[in-house]
């Protein structure tokens, strides 16, 4: 009985662009519209197959969030619209989780929410009071995530940031459940590093020892791209970002102002651009990318994007 209130309860919710149709194709094979369908055959309803064409996957969604002190903005936006997102989840199919991973040059995988030891959050009231505290703790005294609150401020020596940990983090760490699409949404506004650099070697000489401003620090890099999408692609897990598509001008407030490992020129790598000849991680997960320049002018609304992404994603295989 339970299994039957599920099926005509996904009947009559829906999903955009998957039809609903029967087990058996019955209802296509005799030519019947899909609306003239009344009720499964209780057979179907044993099947275990588990795939019958039906949309029937929760939404499990991580941010990957670059919190370093030009990115403000999009906490800001996110604190204030995420119940947007939530609800619109929650809508395509109850009981949507969310997860948050935070980084400069190291990561750190939140866990003020209400489930599975608080990595998991159900609600935007408990995602508000993270944005607010990233932002708060960690943005304002560019401050490393990873180093927790009372960690060293100020230490942030070049432009790069570690936004590859952090997804790998996402991918391996967050409990994505078995029938549920699996989203990651990034936003950073620079390319990232592999391991054996380290993002606290400001002058590159294999040594993190210098003290004068921006001050050296020991942030290795720990993964390279390509475990990162072999990582993605086992957990099937689509990655949709925000970042630049160009450098930012010379008078943009929001350009790094510090060194940087790579030349300006290659800001968009592996989120528009290729990275190192592999191409973009987006490309690679069947996610896409996005022109942070046109969240920050709003030109695109952040929230109404990422709606888009989780109902073209939802319950459709990545190719
Ligand atoms: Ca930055
Ligand atoms: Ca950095
Ligand atoms: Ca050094």
């Known amino acids: 009985m339970t299994s039957l209130i599920v099926v005509a309860s996904l009947a009559a919710g829906g999903c955009v662009g998957d039809p609903f149709t029967s087990a058996d194709g019955a209802a296509t094979q005799d030519g019947a519209p899909p609306d003239s369908y009344v009720a499964p055959d209780l057979s179907d309803l044993g099947s275990s197959s588990g795939d019958v064409g039906r949309c029937t996957e929760v939404i499990d969604l ?3 969030l670059d919190v370093s002190s030009s990115m403000s903005f999009v906490l800001d936006t996110l604190e204030q619209e995420i119940d ?6 929650n809508k395509l199919k109850p009981d949507a989780h969310f997860g948050l991973v935070a980084f400069v040059d ?3 995988v939140d866990s003020t929410g209400a489930e599975s030891g608080g990595v998991v959050h159900v609600a935007a009231p408990t995602l508000q009071a993270a944005f607010r505290n990233y932002k708060n703790v960690y943005t304002a005294h560019n401050r490393n995530p990873g180093d927790g609150p009372n960690g ?8 790069e940031e570690n936004a590859l940990d952090a997804i790998y983090a996402a991918a391996e760490e967050f409990p994505w459940r078995q029938h549920a699409t699996r989203i990651i949404i990034v936003a950073t506004d620079d390319t990232f590093l592999e391991r054996p650099d380290n993002y606290g070697d ?20 720990k993964r390279t791209l390509g475990e990162t999408v072999a990582l993605l692609k086992k957990q099937q897990v689509r990655v949709f970002s925000f970042t630049h598509l160009a450098p930012p001008g010379l008078f943009d407030l929001g350009r790094c102002g510090t060194g940087r490992r790579l030349p300006w020129s290659a800001v968009s790598a592996g989120w528009s651009t290729t990275y190192n000849g592999a191409a973009p991680i987006p490309d690679q997960s069947g996610g896409k990318n996005f022109d942070l ?5 709003n030109l695109i ?6 709606n ?3 109902l073209d994603s939802h319950c459709k295989p990545i190719l």
């Not at 060293?152 to 432009?159: G, H, L």
Request: hydrophobic share 30%.
């Open 152 to 159: 060293p401020d100020t230490q942030n020596p070049i432009c």
């Open 106 to 108: 190291n990561h750190r």
């Open 308 to 310: 888009g992404v989780v």
């Open 293 to 297: 320049k046109q969240v920050q002018g």
């Open 84 to 89: 947007r997102v939530v609800s619109a989840a």
């Open 62 to 64: 991580v941010f990957v």
């Open 202 to 221: 400001r002058d590159g000489d294999g040594k993190t020892d210098k003290l004068d401003f921006p001050r050296e620090g020991d942030y290795p890099a």
């Open 301 to 306: 609304s952040l929230t109404s994007t990422i």
